[in-house]
């Protein structure tokens, strides 16, 4: 089974400051794909980016980028240029690659707080 | 329209009511997902509908009973539910095949006296 942990239960940063979230997991398959997701105190879960793990180059989205190391199976989350608004639960989920439908298996979550 | 809406937001009931859950999208997905949140606890997969077909069941008590009577609509039937029920039911919708990121809806707050 498919296991995800992120080692950090609580982040905080000063505002403008950049934060990295971590994120390991642990599968046997070569193939898959790994999100985080932001969930603020309003209690939607939103996509913050998703990585596919056939592909090296790491994703960015605007302010938010990963470093994905498949071989350590790593995935981490930074955040620039801090804002009051990113201030969420973050979840890193893992989902298989396998056609159709999938459950995704998420960590325990990181609460990060900006400090203004 | 890239939202997917949940009704009610919270919901009160006794251990021998019958209530629903409702979730709706209009993004053509035709998957839709059951979640149960515990407080500071990540989401836990309930139940996967692909084509409007049960898919996935993940052993949930059946005091839950799913429905999706078409592809836009998802429904979570409770009845007789126990106050160790009490969560945030989130909604989720994808595409079955490719860019399947999960949208979610954002949740029904159940309280089970």
């Known amino acids: 089974a498919q296991t995800v942990t992120q080692s950090q239960p609580e982040m905080s940063v000063q505002e403008a400051e950049t934060v990295t979230l971590s994120c390991t997991y642990d599968?046997?398959?070569?193939?898959?794909?790994l999100f985080w997701y932001k969930q603020p105190p309003s209690r939607q879960m939103i996509l913050v980016i998703r990585?596919?793990?056939?592909?090296?180059q790491n994703a960015t989205e605007n302010r938010f980028s990963v470093n994905f190391q498949k071989a350590a199976k790593s995935f981490s989350l930074k955040i620039s240029d801090s804002q009051l608004g990113d201030a969420a639960m973050y979840f890193c989920?893992?989902?298989?690659?396998?056609?159709?439908?999938?459950?995704?298996?998420f960590g325990q979550g990181t609460r990060l707080t900006i400090n203004p | 329209d890239t939202e997917v809406t949940q009704t009610p937001k919270h919901l009160v009931m006794g251990m021998t009511n019958k209530k629903s859950l409702k979730c709706e999208q209009h993004?053509?997905?035709?998957?839709m997902y059951w979640y149960k949140q515990k407080a500071k606890k990540p989401p836990e997969l309930m139940f996967v509908?692909?084509?409007?077909?049960?898919?996935i069941n993940e052993s949930v008590p059946s005091r839950f009973s799913p429905e999706c009577p078409n592809s836009s609509l998802l429904n979570l039937h409770l009845h007789a539910l126990q106050p160790e029920d009490s969560a945030l039911y989130l909604c989720?919708?994808?595409?079955?095949?490719?860019?399947?990121?999960?949208?979610f809806g954002p949740g029904t707050r159940l309280t089970v006296l």
């Open positions: 989720a919708s994808s595409q079955v095949f490719f860019q399947n990121e999960q949208f």
């Open positions: 599968t046997s398959e070569s193939d898959y794909y």
């Open positions: 990585q596919e793990a056939y592909k090296q």
């Open positions: 989920a893992y989902r298989r690659s396998k056609r159709g439908a999938q459950k995704l298996v």
């Open positions: 993004m053509g997905h035709r998957a």
């Open positions: 509908y692909s084509y409007e077909k049960l898919s």
